[in-house]
């Protein structure tokens, strides 16, 4: 890098800098303004801060590595979540916000009671926000490395690190994201989030420009990309037309398994942790101005995240193959081509968009992860009488906390793509309970709780390599731990009392689910559900054709597969014109004769 190239990184970070110390005083004023600003974001600005959430400096790095070894189907990995993404909009959006809670832990005392509930919120707590988190932190801490080892930053810099460079480069970017997102809360994250997704993004534009010029355009990377190799790179889904079902069966060269293909389509998104929401995105649903607010909100981010970003880290990953047939770590494609293609200012450009993706992750994860150990474990156990100022020292105490451990874990991580299937792997398996508590009187906080531990061990042990007692194909890897862990759960939940009856019909009045599951609260109390499922579940249909019709087509007419790209665009099309007519109908049901 040169000097002019410094010269711009340097003032992104000093603008970065400065808003988080100018958002400083918002956030010190009491623990809801600390971690969910006070309950008052805006659609648009809660909706940017969850897609720069998932874009991180690790992804472009992550899709290169498996483009190269999985092809484009192996994108499923992570597009599949896109189907519990949709179901977040019209499900759960309106649930949570309606719940006015800091932190998804917190909602396993408003639902369950007793005992066990203030267990489970502990161990929730403190699950999610050090060993779950701070391995997500640690990936993209790993890729920030890889980056500057690439481009040879401290090189550039006239500084000789030797053998020490990742330990320095860990401790620099630990360091600066920790300063604006440890002071600023919440809000300093999701405002910088905003600038730094659209910085992100401009540079993940420039860099597939320039990359896809190099191999001469589209129509000269298409046939050489599937010539240097083996897998059939190309295909959005592992088929080819053939003798099989409907005249397709399937690819003998595909990237990925038939199994590991139907576990990411038909296990993958309803089993994992998220399954509902998931941590950093409830955090900004509650932090929306209203319901309407926090569903306009999960629109925006399936838009951005899948529609959007898909595209131009694909075709760099494809131009990587080209350009880099015979690199031994494919998820260094991307700086590598960076540094060869980019010319001065542009490379400053895009490396100050790196460090924008990486902080934005980052600096979410740290205040995602202090918000458990703060509101869930040292103001519920330790200090429930605590003032707000107390309470946000806290916070900025437990942000460091997590930061500390997050880079451990960066130091001793190697590989993003594995560690991606570690995080899924550990996450695997409490996804049903945690749909079905919203939605069944009969779930209890022992089943949640046994859910959440089962799934993470055997997702532990079924990474540890040469352990030999899972299958190697990690879509199967995945049904066994679902369906191990269901078994486990489902026999505690019958072998245990149920919640009590004060417990069920608070939760019911505050939150007002519908379904058959909540029939006896609502006959009880006589208060109908603010929610029509049977016409969500239609909107759901609809906004998934939309969604990948949409993601689809714009792939399938990129890559010269005009017969794909139509299809879909049809999809889409049709999902458009069906969810405006459901928009119509009555969202609530009409109370019955006597009842409010």
């Known amino acids: 890098m040169q000097t002019i190239d410094w010269i711009v990184?340097?003032?992104?970070?000093?603008?970065t800098m400065a808003v988080g110390i100018y958002l400083s005083k918002k956030a010190s004023k009491s623990?809801?303004?600390?971690?969910?600003?006070?309950?008052?974001?805006?659609?648009?600005?809660a909706g940017t801060s969850m897609a720069a959430t998932t874009f991180s400096i690790d992804t472009p790095l992550y899709i290169c590595g498996v483009v190269a070894t999985r092809g484009i189907a192996g994108n499923w990995e992570w597009w599949s979540f896109g189907f519990a993404h949709v179901v977040l909009i019209y499900i759960f959006a309106r649930l949570w916000r309606r719940a006015e809670i800091v932190t998804d832990a917190e909602l396993t005392e408003i639902r369950y009671g007793g005992?066990?509930?203030?267990?489970?919120?502990?161990?929730?707590?403190?699950?999610?926000?050090?060993?779950?988190?701070?391995?997500?932190?640690?990936?993209?801490?790993l890729a920030m490395v890889k980056v500057v080892d690439a481009l040879q930053l401290w090189e550039s810099l006239g500084l000789n690190v030797g053998d020490n460079g990742k330990l320095w480069s860990v401790i620099f970017v630990s360091f600066f994201v920790l300063i604006y997102s440890g002071f600023s809360g919440?809000?300093?994250?999701?405002?910088?989030?905003?600038?730094?997704?659209?910085?992100?993004?401009?540079?993940?534009?420039?860099?597939?420009?320039?990359?896809?010029?190099?191999?001469?355009?589209?129509?000269?990377?298409?046939?050489?990309?599937?010539?240097?190799?083996?897998?059939?790179?190309?295909?959005?889904?592992?088929?080819?037309?053939?003798?099989?079902?409907?005249?397709?069966?399937?690819?003998?060269?595909?990237?990925?398994?038939?199994?590991?293909?139907?576990?990411?389509l038909f296990v993958q998104w309803w089993s994992f942790r998220r399954s509902d929401g998931g941590g950093e995105f409830i955090q900004r649903l509650v932090a929306a101005k209203d319901e309407a607010e926090a569903e306009k909100a999960a629109?925006?981010?399936?838009?951005?995240?899948?529609?959007?970003?898909?595209?131009?880290?694909?075709?760099?990953?494809?131009?990587?193959?080209?350009?880099?047939?015979?690199?031994?770590?494919?998820e260094l494609a991307y700086?590598?081509?960076?540094?060869?293609?980019?010319?001065?200012?542009?490379?400053?450009?895009?490396?100050?968009?790196?460090?924008?993706?990486?902080?934005?992750?980052?600096?979410?994860?740290i205040n995602w992860g202090a918000s458990y150990l703060t509101n869930d474990l040292y103001r519920r156990f330790f200090a429930p009488d605590a003032s707000q100022a107390q309470l946000v020292f806290a916070?900025?105490?437990?942000?460091?906390?997590?930061?500390?451990?997050?880079?451990?874990?960066?130091?001793?991580?190697?590989?993003?793509?594995?560690?991606?299937?570690?995080?899924?792997?550990?996450?695997?398996?409490?996804?049903?309970?945690?749909?079905?508590?919203?939605y069944w009187w009969r779930i209890n906080s022992a089943a949640e709780l046994t859910a959440m531990l089962v799934g993470f061990a055997i997702g532990v042990l079924s990474m540890i390599p040469n352990l030999n007692l899972f299958p190697t194909d990690f879509g199967l890897r995945l049904m066994v731990i679902s369906g191990a862990t269901a078994v486990v759960w489902i026999s505690v939940m019958y072998l245990t009392p149920p919640e009590s009856e004060e417990t069920l019909t608070s939760f019911y009045l505050r939150v007002r689910p519908a379904g058959l599951g909540w029939k006896k609260q609502q006959d009880a109390t006589g208060v109908q559900p603010l929610q029509n499922l049977g016409l969500d579940a239609l909107k759901v249909v609809a906004g998934v054709m939309i969604l990948f019709g949409s993601m689809l087509s714009i792939g399938g007419f990129l890559l010269l597969q005009s017969g794909v790209g139509w299809f879909c665009l049809v999809m889409a099309v049709i999902g458009g014109f069906w969810l405006r007519h459901l928009n119509k109908q009555r969202i609530f049901s009409m109370s019955r004769p006597g009842k409010k």
Do not use: H
């Open 9 to 15: 990184v340097l003032l992104y970070l000093i603008a």
């Open 31 to 45: 623990l809801e303004d600390f971690f969910v600003s006070g309950r008052s974001l805006p659609w648009w600005l």
């Open 299 to 330: 629109w925006f981010f399936n838009i951005l995240n899948y529609i959007v970003r898909t595209w131009p880290w694909i075709l760099v990953a494809l131009a990587g193959l080209v350009i880099f047939p015979e690199l031994e770590d494919p």
């Open 335 to 365: 700086p590598l081509m960076m540094l060869e293609f980019l010319p001065s200012i542009v490379l400053g450009l895009v490396v100050a968009s790196l460090i924008a993706a990486f902080m934005s992750t980052v600096s979410t994860s």
């Open 186 to 264: 919440l809000w300093g994250v999701v405002v910088t989030d905003f600038f730094q997704f659209f910085l992100a993004l401009f540079g993940a534009l420039l860099v597939a420009v320039f990359a896809v010029n190099d191999v001469g355009g589209i129509r000269e990377l298409v046939p050489q990309v599937q010539a240097v190799t083996d897998i059939d790179v190309l295909a959005f889904i592992p088929l080819v037309r053939g003798d099989g079902f409907l005249g397709w069966q399937w690819s003998d060269f595909a990237g990925i398994t038939l199994t590991t293909f139907s576990a990411y």
């Open 395 to 438: 916070g900025r105490v437990a942000s460091a906390l997590v930061t500390v451990i997050g880079a451990i874990a960066a130091f001793f991580a190697q590989d993003i793509a594995t560690v991606f299937r570690l995080v899924i792997a550990i996450g695997t398996g409490p996804g049903l309970v945690l749909i079905l508590r919203w």
């Open 115 to 141: 005992r066990m509930a203030a267990i489970l919120r502990a161990t929730k707590a403190f699950l999610f926000a050090v060993p779950i988190n701070c391995i997500g932190i640690g990936y993209a801490m």
